[in-house]
């Protein structure tokens, strides 16, 4: 036999050795990782099935959609709804406690604080209700729609109007304290920390003063804020 043709010979027994091995060591492979299935699957827990869901505790009918998260407090969950109302129910129950009409939708979330609920509507209105009984304390006028949760510090609401004014109310009276014009377009919800108040706008972010309204300082962004600080 030739030298060229020991070679090939050579050459075609390592190959086919390699081949078994690499064979062999991807059977044991497979072989492994189907024992290792088969043992989670019958040692592991099954996956539920989805008609296996939680079952619903109550439900509330609306007029509408609600939009917003509700809110709870002392009990009974607070929400707001496409049917111009913001309704008061108890979180155990279910049961209607009652409800407020407002002359617009209201998307905005409502806000609990003292022992009452403030809350805006697209009727250009901010209201404040007893939150055991809905009954009106005051309500304030905007020159546009509320379509955003107010916030409150203290003795100040704060709710932010589609006109591109925040508008800073007494809750004990409804009055105006002060307003505030943001740099463009519509804000956001706000946040209140300490006596800085935070608002996303059309232009960024803008810190301003609670006690006076004055501006503290704004960042500038590439593209609109439009979900609420945090």
């Keep these: 036999m030739s030298r060229t043709s ?15 091995c690499v064979g062999a060591a991807q059977a044991q492979e497979a072989s492994a990782h189907a024992a290792g299935t088969a043992q989670l699957s019958a040692g592991g827990v099954a996956p539920k099935d989805a008609s296996a ?35 008061a129910a108890d979180a155990a129950t279910g049961q209607e406690r009652w409800r ?27 209201y404040a209700v007893d939150a055991a009984t809905g009954q ?39 009055k105006q304290k002060w307003t505030f014009a943001i740099e463009r377009g519509t804000p956001t919800a706000p946040l209140v920390a300490g006596n800085t108040l ?12 609670v006690a006076g309204g004055q501006k503290k300082w704004a960042l500038k962004t590439v593209g609109a804020v439009v979900g609420a600080p945090v």
């Design 198 to 209: 935070y608002v996303g706008t059309a232009a960024g972010l803008q810190a301003v003063d």
């Design 100 to 126: 407020v009409k407002t002359g617009g939708r209201v998307i905005g979330a409502p806000v609990v604080a003292g022992g009452v609920v403030y809350f805006g509507s697209q009727d250009n209105k901010l």
């Design 53 to 87: 869901a939680v079952a619903v505790k109550w439900q509330l009918k609306t007029g509408g959609s609600v939009y917003a998260p509700p809110v709870i407090a002392d009990g009974v969950v607070y929400f707001s709804s496409y049917d111009y109302n913001v309704y």
């Design 136 to 174: 009106s304390k005051w309500k304030f006028k905007t020159q546009y729609a509320v379509s955003v949760a107010p916030a409150v510090a203290g003795d100040t609401v704060i709710v932010p109007s589609t006109d591109g004014l925040l508008y800073a109310v007494d809750t004990a009276t409804g």
């Design 6 to 20: 020991k070679l090939f010979v050579l050459l075609h027994l390592a190959s086919f050795t390699l081949v078994v």
